[in-house]
């Protein structure tokens, strides 16, 4: 059992470790990646001693921290175009500049938010249509990644599997692909940012802010009765999930409306009406990128 629990562990750790280290850049993995198995190899010695929830407690902290502590020489490395170094041939107490962080802001960035059965999808569908904007879903580049069979697609989908929580840069970083694959300069990121870790890493990673929160107000009970009788096969949308979903939300989400709030970057939209009536609202706040 102690064997099979310390194996666990380890697997654990180190997806999260290389997952981490990747979030950063293709380019640095090789080096953070070298790294972080150098650790766990060594602190399996300590775990066969400790148990394995001391290993996990201190692999993790290590393993992430000389990731995180790699990153910038590997960065800065790589816009020169020269391979990573090795790990072991880093200089001790070696000192790098940090990397240039965040890419050139697009036209128009608009986080949209709202609980579940708000409308969001809906007006979002309409804004692109008459506004021009690209509609991305952080949950669907999320659920799409995962089943990629890539091997970062695999990791994440093993994160979750071992009940851990996905890094935040790897959801920006996802977002910020799309953003650059599509082609498009205006955009509405539905469903983001979930937390105020999300919104922290989206402003490191990125560089910039959202020009404003779209969010949608809606009661909870007609939130509720949306989702029961919209039948859309989904598996989420069945009473014990929906009071979860909103739970999460009120916990996680309304903290972020409520900084943007404090510093004057929420449309608030009432959205107990007909989708007719909510999109009136709505389109009166994108006039501005017509």
């Known amino acids: 059992m102690f064997a099979r629990q ?11 470790a290389v997952l981490r280290a990747r979030a950063y850049s293709p380019c640095v993995a090789a ?30 902290a290590a393993g992430l921290g000389v990731a ?18 090795d790990a072991a041939q880093a200089p001790a107490g070696a000192e790098s500049a940090p990397p240039s962080s965040g890419t050139a802001k697009p036209g128009a960035v608009v986080f949209v938010l709202g609980g579940p059965g708000a409308g969001k999808g809906t007006q979002c569908t309409n804004i692109v249509r008459d506004f021009g904007f690209e509609h991305l879903s952080a949950g669907d580049l999320l659920r799409a990644h995962m089943k990629s069979g890539s091997p970062d697609g695999n990791m994440v989908a093993e994160m979750i599997t071992q ?10 970083n996802l977002l910020l692909a799309a953003m650059a694959a599509s082609g498009k300069q205006k955009f509405l990121i539905d469903g983001f940012p979930r937390n ?11 560089g910039y802010d959202c020009d404003f929160v779209l ?10 009765k949306r989702l029961l009788g919209r039948n859309e096969g989904r598996t989420d949308d ?18 972020v409306i409520a900084h943007y ?30």
């Open 215 to 224: 969010f949608f107000e809606c009661p909870e009970a007609v939130m509720t």
């Open 163 to 172: 009940g851990q929580i996905v890094p935040s840069e790897v959801t920006v």
């Open 31 to 60: 080096a953070e990646i070298r790294a972080t198995q150098r650790l766990i190899v060594a602190d399996k010695v300590v775990a066969a001693q400790a148990g394995a929830a001391h290993y996990l407690k201190f692999a993790a």
């Open 238 to 255: 069945n009473m014990e999930t929906i009071k979860k979903r909103f739970h999460t939300f009120v916990e996680s989400s309304m903290p």
């Open 196 to 206: 105020t870790e999300n919104r922290d890493a989206w402003e490191k990673t990125a």
């Open 68 to 85: 995180a502590a790699l990153a910038p020489t590997a960065t800065a490395l790589c816009s020169e175009g020269a391979a990573p170094p």
């Open 6 to 16: 310390l194996m666990r562990a380890a697997k654990a750790t180190e997806v999260a």
């Open 261 to 290: 709030k404090a510093i004057g970057k929420v449309r608030a939209v009432d959205s107990d009406q007909a989708p007719e009536e909510v999109y009136k609202q709505t389109k009166d706040f994108f006039k501005v990128f017509a």
